[in-house]
Structures are given as C-alpha cells and as structure tokens.
C-alpha cells in the first residue's frame, strides 16, 4: 500500500527553512543547527501516528545538495517513549530529509517531508539549502521520500534561494528549467532562453555544461542553438553519457530486429566503455525473447555474460519456460549463468551503490537478484526430474526473496510435497497464508499436503478457516494504520464509448479509481486480479470501479485504449484523460495507482504498484471495500 500522502504541515516547513530548529509535532533533532560532519540526533514520537504501537521502526535519510547524495537506513531506539537514531550525513550535503518506516507504513509529515538544513559557522542555513528542498519537492523525493509533489512550492523556493545567493543558480538550472516550463507556462519560453544565455556566458563547455544547454534549448524547441552544442559535446566528448543515451533511445524504439541488431553493433563500437552497455545489451535480449529467437538469446547471453544484468537472466528463462517446446538445455545454461552472476553481484558488486537506497535495501535487492535466478535454475531442475536437487536449490531461492515471492514459495512447496516432506509443506503454505500472500493454488497445495501429512482431511476446513481468519486480521490492522480521510479531487471526463462520467455521480458509493497505461507493464499484470474484483462486486451497486487510461504515448488514445480493452475482453468502464490533467490532480508519481474513495467522496486508501499476487491484491481491495461499507 502507499504511504501517506498530502495535509500539508505550512508552519512546519516556514519555520524550518528560517532557522531549521524545527518542532513539528512528533519530530525533532539536535543539534538545532548542525554543521558539516556533525552527528546529527533525531526524535520520533509516534504516539498519534500511524506508527503508534510497533515495535520496530526505521528512520531513512536522503543527505542532498543540488541532487540526491546519498541514503542511509538506521534501526531505531525506544527511550523515554520516544524513538530516537543518531547519522551523520553526507560531507557534501546542504541538507537532510527523513521519514520513519515499518513495513509498508511511512510518516513523512503527511507528504511534506521533515527537513534538517546544514548550517555554516553564523548558524545560517547554507546556500543552496531551499533550492535543494524545491529539487525534491518536485523530483527525486517524489519518488524515494514520498513527498508530494508541488511545483509551486518549488518554484518559490527556488526563486527564493536565487536571489539570496545568486552564484548558486547555474548549480541547479538543470533543476529549475523543468519546473518553468511547468509553472510559468505563459512565459517559460522567454525565462528559460535569458536564463540559458546568461549561463552560457559562463560556462566551461564541460560535458555537464554542453548536456545542460543542450536539453535546455530542447524545452525551447530552439532547434538551431541545439544543434550548435550537439555539435560541441559530439566533438568534445563523443562517448558520454547524453550521447550514449539518444543511441540507446533508438535502439528501443527500433522494432525491427535485424535493424536493432545494427544499431547495438554500432553503439558497442562507439561506445565500448559506456555504464549503458548493460542497458543496451537488455533491450536486445528482450527483442530476442519477444520474437522467440531463444537460442539466438542464449548465445548471445553467454558471450556478453559479464556486462548482463542479473534480471535479465531471469526474465529471459521465464519467458522460455512459456514456449510450446521447452529447451532444458538452453534454459539451465541461462539459469546457470544468471545464479553465477548474481553471485558475483551480490559479494563483489560491480556497479556503485544507487544514491537512492541504503547500503542493507541495495544489499537486500541484490539478494532478491539472486534468489529470483535460483527460482528459475530450480523451476528447470524441477521440470526435468530433478526434483531433491531443486529443493536444495529452491530451499536458497525463498530464502533470498524473503518468503515473499508467492511463485517461489509455491514450487518450493509442490517440491517439498513430491519429495516426500509434506510437514516443511505445511509449515511453509500456512506462514504464507497467514501473512496474507496466499492464492488459490498455495491454498490447494496445502489441503493435498495436510492430506499427505494427515492421512485424511479431518479438521482441514478448520484449519484453512483459521489460517483465513489470521490473514484478514493482520490485512485489516495495516491497513487501518494506512487509511486516510482525504477529499478527493473532481473530475469531469469522458470514457470510451463517449459518455461524459464525474466522480460526482457517484457521490455515496465506493469508488476504486485505478489510473493506468498500455504501456506499463504492472498495470496490465494486476488486470486480470483486478477483473476478478470487478466480477466479485458486479452485483453491488454501492461498489463501482473506474479505469483512468493516463500518461499515453500514442497518437489515438481512445482507439489504443478501446483496442487494448477489446482484445483482453475486460469490462472495464475506461475513462480517458488525454490531457493527463487529472492523474496530475491526484499527483501520482507512479502507475498502477489506486485510489479508494469513500461514500462520503474522501480518499481512504491509496494502493501503489502490484505484487505479482492477484489474489491478495483482490483480497486488500475487498477488505478496504468492508472497512467502508
């Protein structure tokens, strides 16, 4: 589920970016007025929040300057009844900002962030400070603090900061010029080109310099002056990044799989170096595992084995497990292959740690990486025969996904059940169930299991039920911690038959509002759970589900919409906001999102992303629907 979103705390944020000694509510810290390389201390009361009563709580903290730094991630202390986690931030930081985690519940002052600024030696915050907070506002703490995003905000602060301290403002132009042309939209166009030229009168022409000219007069649409710094940074430094990326750019959007064969031939020429090469070689793969050329795909893998990212390994074998005809030998070849390098990647990694995750989530993630190939090497060993060699294999593969893999835990399971262990079956399908992840098939596995286990069903409803009743509570108690009491925004729109639909006309019913794109990947997984939801409440005219089709990169939305539709044979009432005008309303930075309105038109609850679990996500949804009817 999502985190909390937006009640702005305005007194909160005034009063720190003035002296950064802040007391909001819940929150403190000291120093009042860290300096560079100070120990900084943090108190949380969680009492009135949705942290109230854990027993467990994380603070995260994203050091910044004109970008995002670095994250750290520190275990709580309990003292006194206050939650209390010492940091030092990063040494190049203008400021912090923080937000307290357990699970999937987060406080960040209701979506606009707990801020610390560094101070100098007159206690003043540093320059560059409140343009920092403005960067993340709209950017990076969007989507890593769970900020709200509010352009206005950074555009003030931005301004703000400028005219303070005006030699900061080429330090984050690259920042400011997409939030003009976002909020200034009557006169981004004159604002972005003096603020362009007078950069220009100063700059190094540096690969940074040139990339930043060169997007900039891009917003403009000033082709000419574009041209003349594409010329500069192809002359200068023909192998960065900026370059790099337009080649990979083409190479996705080349459809043609011999032409794309091409273009990566020549980018690896040009770009021997390049940290995109991976990027690169996965949008080959993909071409491959698409079109089925599977064999093609495994030579290629295992040639370029070391610049392949371990995900790619995965994904590549899951696809050929689909094939009419399975290829035992070329899977377990890329399975290999993949367990190895995810190995590799998880003792001697060979990228640098992401700015944006902790030093455990990164190590946590690449673990994930792993487990998920020891789940496809597994899955082969299991079709072939092998099944005591891919329990061993699988027994690693839940381990490193965290049990939270239903796939992985399932054949883990079915292995476990066909080797004989019917009583690690049963341990391991009922924690599943209990932890509210399980399905249909992990339910049917463990009624054969107990069975096995047993030798009847005596006392197995019995069970189940139990094992149901402890899933639904522990689904119930968060998502009580997670609701909300927000109004929702109104929209007017129009849905694919041309019928004009408000959220008005649906005033004392509950609404699930899913925003949504043929594009994203996660959207079209979740649907068929989601169909199954809809068939669930068809009968329920207090219930009603409506599709927003947002965020589209195609010429004929309505049509590519209707089509997509049409084809998967959903009854989904789809609404069409062409003009992404109401997804910004509901400023969400990420699809799928879910919004579940109550009868009273308040947002209760906001459900982000999808597991992978139809059946759970059917099972939260209907239990949010209870808690409102």
């Not at 590549?316 to 030998?329: I, S």
């Not at 019995?462 to 925004?489: F, G, H, R, S, V």
């Amino acid at each position: 589920m999502s985190p909390i979103k937006k009640s702005a705390a305005i007194f909160f944020v005034l009063f720190s970016l003035l002296t950064t000694s802040i007391f909001a509510q819940n929150f403190s810290f000291k120093p009042e007025k860290p300096k560079s390389g100070e120990t900084i201390t943090v108190m949380f009361d969680a009492a009135g929040t949705e942290l109230a009563d854990i027993d467990k709580i994380t603070v995260y903290v994203y050091s910044f300057a004109s970008d995002l730094l670095s994250t750290q991630s520190i275990e709580m202390k309990k003292e006194e009844g206050r939650w209390t986690a010492e940091f030092t931030p990063d040494e190049k930081s203008l400021g912090v900002s923080v937000k307290f985690i357990n699970s999937e519940t987060v406080v960040n002052n209701k979506g606009a962030g707990y801020f610390i600024g560094i101070c100098d030696e007159t206690g003043n915050v540093l320059p560059g400070y409140k343009a920092g907070i403005a960067n993340a506002v709209n950017n990076w703490g969007v989507y890593y603090l769970d900020l709200d995003r509010d352009m206005e905000k950074a555009i003030n602060l931005f301004e703000e900061d400028f005219a303070a301290n005006p030699s900061i403002k080429n330090e984050f132009l690259g920042a400011y010029l997409p939030v003009v042309n976002r909020v200034r939209v009557q006169e981004k166009d004159s604002i972005i080109t003096a603020a362009l030229e007078e950069f220009a009168k100063t700059s190094n022409d540096d690969e940074k310099d040139l990339t930043l000219l060169l997007t900039g007069y891009g917003v403009v649409k000033n082709q000419e002056k574009g041209e003349v710094y594409k010329a500069k940074l192809e002359e200068k430094y023909p192998q960065c990044d900026f370059l790099a990326n337009i080649k990979v750019g083409e190479i996705y959007n080349e459809k043609d799989l011999t032409k794309k064969e091409e273009l990566l031939k020549t980018f690896v020429e040009t770009f021997p170096t390049s940290k995109m090469l991976s990027t690169a070689f996965t949008l080959y793969i993909n071409a491959l595992r698409s079109a089925g050329e599977f064999n093609k795909a495994k030579d290629f893998i295992t040639v370029h084995k070391n610049e392949i990212q371990p995900y790619t390994f995965y994904s590549l074998a899951d696809k050929m497990f689909d094939a009419e005809n399975l290829d035992f030998a070329a899977i377990k070849v890329i399975t290999e292959l993949g367990v190895e390098k995810s190995k590799k990647e998880l003792e001697n990694p060979t990228e640098e740690q992401p700015n944006y995750q902790s030093k455990s989530d990164w190590e946590k993630d690449r673990k994930y990486l792993l487990g998920l190939n020891l789940y496809a090497f597994g899955k082969a060993l299991f079709k072939e025969g092998a099944k005591d060699e891919a329990k061993d294999v699988l027994e690693d593969a839940v381990e490193y996904t965290a049990n939270e893999e239903a796939d992985v835990n399932e054949l883990y399971a079915q292995t476990l059940l066909e080797t004989g262990n019917a009583d690690e079956a049963i341990t391991i399908l009922s924690s599943v169930i209990k932890d509210g992840k399980g399905n249909d098939t992990i339910k049917e596995l463990l009624k054969k299991s107990y069975v096995q286990e047993k030798g009847s069903d005596k006392g197995l409803d019995t069970y189940l039920n139990e094992l149901d009743q402890a899933a639904k509570e522990k689904i119930t108690a968060a998502l009580k911690k997670q609701m909300k009491n927000d109004p929702a925004p109104e929209f007017t729109l129009t849905d694919t038959e041309g019928k004009t639909v408000s959220l008005a006309d649906y005033k004392g019913k509950i609404v699930i509002l899913d925003f949504w794109a043929t594009w994203c990947g996660p959207c079209k997984s979740s649907f068929p759970g989601m169909q199954k939801a809809i068939n669930k409440y068809a009968d329920d005219d207090n219930v009603k589900f409506l599709f927003v089709n947002t965020w589209e990169r195609v010429d004929n939305k309505l049509k590519n919409a209707q089509d997509f539709i049409t084809e998967n044979k959903y009854t989904f009432r789809v609404l069409m906001d062409e003009t992404n005008e109401v997804i910004t309303k509901y400023k969400v930075s990420g699809i799928p999102t879910k919004f579940i309105i109550g009868k009273d038109g308040n947002i209760k609850f906001i459900a982000v992303g999808f597991s992978g679990n139809a059946d759970q996500m059917v099972d939260e949804i209907s239990t949010m629907i209870a808690m409102l009817q």
